[in-house]
């Protein structure tokens, strides 16, 4: 098992930056591939980005391409998204997420329920 902590949230003005950091229990993080999701008031849980359990293969949802980037320490045990040029539609609570050994095809996917460990989620606010 794994239990994930997110953090680095807060208030920015649009244009502003943010990262967003995940500390991840367990000895066995490198063999987790992780996945940011967001879920902003009255909408359903969206994908974000993802990384492979190796570090080799990044995906993202077309609306932070370019300007988010998911990047992991293993030997921190943590995930880091980083998150520039904000938009006031980047507005929501960002969670990390978990699953062991998830293969590329399916990490390409960005489905929530693929994932198996989910942190408590962290506030984004952007303002105009």
């Known amino acids: 098992q794994v239990q994930l902590v997110e953090s680095g949230g807060g208030l920015v003005q649009a244009g502003g930056s943010l990262r967003l950091s995940c500390a991840a229990s367990g000895r066995t993080f490198s063999s987790y591939a992780m996945g940011w999701f967001r879920q902003a008031p009255g909408k359903e849980r969206e994908f974000v980005a993802a990384?492979?359990?190796?570090?080799?293969?990044?995906y993202y949802a077309d609306s932070v391409k370019g300007r988010f980037t998911i990047s992991r320490d293993n030997a921190k045990n943590t995930v880091y998204l980083q998150m520039n040029s904000l938009k006031p539609e980047d507005t929501a609570v960002y969670y990390c997420a978990a699953d062991w050994m998830m293969p590329y095809y399916i990490m390409l996917r960005g489905v929530a329920n693929e994932y198996d460990y989910w942190g408590q989620g962290t506030q984004v606010t952007v303002s105009s």
């Open positions: 990384i492979s359990w190796s570090g080799g293969s990044t």
